[in-house]
C-alpha cells in the first residue's frame, strides 16, 4: 500500500519534471527565435554539386551557397589556433604621433560602430612633469588572461598561438570578462548590428568576429584570419609611422608596415621595451617601447582634462 | 536537537486552549483580506506587470535599453542581484544561527526570515538572468560550463541555497498546512488540494514529527556553510578581478557582514508589518523587537568594522588607480552617496539603536527602513563607481560611457523583482501562517508533538 503510494507520487514527480522541462524548452525555443538574426534564405530548386572540407561530395540548394574569398576555418580549428606560432605584437611609443590610422583601419576591416576601438589611441601623461605620449592599445592577448578564467561557458579561450579569441555562437553575455579585464579592451553589442547585408551574410568564424550578434562580447582579436594567409593586421599594415610590430615570437622575429623584419629580442633589449602594468601579472603578449627621443609634436593634455572634466559635471547633475 | 525551553506552568486543558487561540489569531489572515491587503497586492502586481513589459523591450531591443555601456556594464541589475544574495542571508541568521545558538525568542521569527530567504534567494537568480545578453543560451552554463568559472560556483550554490531554504521553509511548516488542510474547509478546491498534497498526509504522529524535527535540525546545520557560501561566492565575482576597488581579500566577509546586517533589518520590517496587519502583537513583543534591535547595533557595528578595512586602510595608502575611485566616493561626484550610505545605513543605526527607546517597534521599524535602502544603495556602490575608474583612463568615449544613471527599463525591472519580493512574501502569508505554532509554542513550553499524540 505504502509502496503503491511511493510509485505515485514518483509518478506524478515525474510528471511535474516533464510538464517542468516542457515549458523550460518552449521558453528556450521562443526566445531563440527573438534572437535568431539570420534566417536561411529561400531554397530556389536548382542544385549543384560541391565538395565538403573533409572530401565528400554532395549536392545542395543554390541559393544555399554562400560567396566568400576565404572560407573561415572552422569553430575547432578556430579554438586551436596556428600551430608552431606565438604571435607578439611591439609598439614604439617613440614612433606613434597618435594619428589614429591604425584604429581607423581596424574599424574598416571590422566593420564596427565608429565610437567601437579595438585599437585605442590614449593619450598618457604618467604625472605633472613627466613627458605625454600617444599609447596605442589594442587587446594585450594576456598569457595569464583574466578574461578567459571567468568565463562561465568557454566562449573566450587562449589558444596555442598565444592569441585570445572570443566565440560569439557561445557567448552568454554576462560580461564577467569585461570585469574582469583591467585593459577595458573588450566591448559589448549592446542592440542589434547595424552591419550591411554583405557581411550579414557572411559566414562567422571566432576568427574574424563578425558577423556580430546581439548580447555578445567582442575584442581586438590579433586578425588570426590575416595570420594565416602571412599578412600583417590591418592596424600594423596602415600604420604610417613604421610604430607596431607584429610577429612570431617561436621565430624571434616582427615585422612593421614598411616590411622591415626585426629581431624581437634585439628590438625590445636596445630599446629597453616593457609591458604595461607588468605588475598586473597578466603576461601581456604586447610589448612598448618607451617614448624616448620624438619627432612629433606631444600630445595636448589639456583639451582632455576639459571633457573629463566636464563629464563629471554631467554626473554631478545627474546624481 | 534537543531544546531547553522551559517547562509551562499550564494545566493540559489551559494548554489546548492556548493553542486554540493562536491557532485562530494566526490563520485569521489566511481567512480574511482586508481592503488595504487587496489594494497592496494590487499595487505589487501591477509593478511586477509593468517590469515584464519592460524586459520584453529589452528582449526585443537589447541592453542597448539600459543605460549599461562599456565602462559601466555591470549596474542597477547586477547591484540588485547582491542585494537580493545578501537579504536572502537572514533566513540562515535567524532560523538557524539563533536556534543552534539557543537564542529562544527567535521562534516566532523563523517564517518571516525564511520567506524572505526563499523569495530573496529566487528574485537573486532571475535578475541575474535579466542581466545575460544571451538569455536564450541560459542552458550553455550546464552544457559548456566551465567550473573554473565564479560564475558557475554561484550558479551551483544559489540553486543549492534556494532548495535548502525551500527545504527549510516547508518541513516546519508541515503542522500548520495540515491544521489548514483541516480547519479551512470553506476555501476553493484548489486550495484544499493544495494543502491536501503539500501537507503529505501530515496527521502528527510521533514518527512523523521525529523525523520533521531532525530533519530542520540537520537544515539547520547545513544551510550555515550554503548561506556563507552563497554570498562569499557573490563576494568572489568581484574580488577575482584585478580592478582596483575590487581586488580585496576581505570582499567575502566585507559581504557576508553586511549581508546579515541587512537581512536583520529586513525581518524587523516584516515583524512589524505583519504584527500590525495581522494583528500579532501577543506572539511578535516589544521584546522581540527590543533584541532584534541589539542584534541589529551587533551587525552594525561588525560591518562597520569591514568597511574600515574596506575603505579607510586603502584610503591610508592611497596607491594609485585605487586612489581615483576613493576621491570620487570620499569627495567626488559619488560621495553623496557613499557618506549617505555610510551614516544612514549603518553608523546613525548602531548609535540610535544603543537607546532602548529606540528599540519600540515603530522607531526601530524606521531605521531598519533606513539601513535596507542604505543597503541597498551600498550594492550600487560596491559595483558600478568601480567599474567606472579603470587603470586606463576613459578618453575620447561618448558621453554616455563615461557615467551611469539607470534608464527607465532598468528601473522598472528592478522594481519589479522588489515588487516580485514583496508579493511572494505577501502572498505566501495569505496561504499559510507566518508565524510558526509549534515552534511559538514550544518557546512557551507547550509540547504540540506531545498533545497530538494526547488525543489519540
Known sequence: ?319 | MHTTHHQSDLNPEEQKQEREEMRSVVLRPLRHTGTIGKIWIGFLVVVFLFGCYAYTVQLREGLKVTALRDYASWGLYISNFVFFVAISLVGALISSVLRLTNFEWHRPLTRIAEIIAVSGILFAGLIIVVDMGRPDRILYLFNHGRIQSPIVWDVIVVSTYLVTSVLFLYFPLLPAIALCRDTLTDCPKWQRWMYKFMAMGWEGNKRQWKIMKRSVAILSVLVIPLAISIHTVTAWLFATTLRPGWDSTNFGPYFVAGAFQAGTACVIIGMFVFRKAYNLKKYITEVHFNNMGKLLVFLCVVYAYFNVNEYLIPAYKMRGAEAKLLNDLFTGPTSPIYWSVQFFGMAIPAVVLLFRRARKPLPITIIALFVVVGAWFKRYLIVTPILLHPYLPIQNAPLSWTMYFPSWVEMAIVGASLAGVLLIITVFSKFFPIISIWETLEGEGIDLEEMDNRKK
Open chain 1, 1 to 319: 500500500m505504502e509502496n503503491e503510494n511511493n510509485n505515485k507520487d514518483r509518478r506524478n514527480f515525474l510528471k511535474l519534471g516533464i510538464f517542468t522541462t516542457a515549458t523550460v524548452a518552449a521558453v528556450g525555443t521562443g526566445l531563440s527565435k527573438v534572437f535568431s538574426e539570420n534566417n536561411p534564405p529561400q531554397a530556389s530548386g536548382k542544385k549543384v554539386k560541391v565538395m565538403t572540407a573533409d572530401g565528400k561530395l554532395v549536392e545542395v540548394d543554390s541559393a544555399h551557397l554562400k560567396c566568400c574569398s576565404s572560407p573561415p576555418v572552422s569553430n575547432e580549428e578556430a579554438r586551436k589556433g596556428i600551430e608552431g606560432k606565438k604571435f607578439v605584437m611591439v609598439i614604439d611609443l617613440a614612433k606613434c604621433d597618435g594619428c589614429a590610422t591604425c584604429t581607423v583601419s581596424c574599424q574598416k576591416m571590422h566593420h564596427t560602430p565608429p565610437e567601437r576601438e579595438w585599437i585605442k589611441v590614449f593619450k598618457m601623461q604618467d604625472s605633472e612633469k613627466t613627458a605625454p605620449y600617444f599609447f596605442p592599445k589594442p587587446c594585450y592577448h594576456c598569457d595569464n588572461p583574466p578574461c578567459t578564467k571567468v568565463c562561465p561557458v568557454n566562449a573566450t579561450f587562449k589558444r596555442q598561438d598565444g592569441i585570445v579569441l572570443i566565440d560569439n555562437t557561445r557567448c552568454i553575455g554576462c560580461r564577467f570578462c569585461m570585469a574582469a579585464c583591467p585593459y577595458s579592451t573588450r566591448f559589448f553589442n549592446w542592440d542589434k548590428p547595424e552591419e550591411s547585408a554583405e557581411v550579414a551574410s557572411m559566414p562567422y568564424s571566432p576568427e574574424q568576429s563578425f558577423p556580430r550578434k546581439m548580447g555578445t562580447v567582442e575584442k581586438c582579436d590579433f586578425c588570426p584570419h590575416m595570420l594565416r594567409e602571412g599578412k600583417l593586421p590591418d592596424c600594423v599594415a596602415n600604420c604610417a609611422m613604421n610604430a607596431i610590430y607584429m610577429g612570431d615570437a617561436n621565430e624571434d622575429a616582427v615585422t612593421s608596415s614598411s616590411g622591415e623584419t626585426v629581431q624581437l629580442s634585439k628590438l625590445l633589449e636596445d630599446n629597453a621595451g616593457f609591458r604595461y602594468m607588468e605588475e598586473l601579472g597578466t603576461e601581456p603578449r604586447v610589448y612598448y617601447l618607451p617614448p624616448k627621443n620624438r619627432r612629433y609634436p606631444k600630445p595636448e593634455m589639456h583639451n582632455e582634462k576639459q571633457s573629463e572634466k566636464k563629464g563629471h559635471d554631467m554626473m554631478n547633475m545627474k546624481m
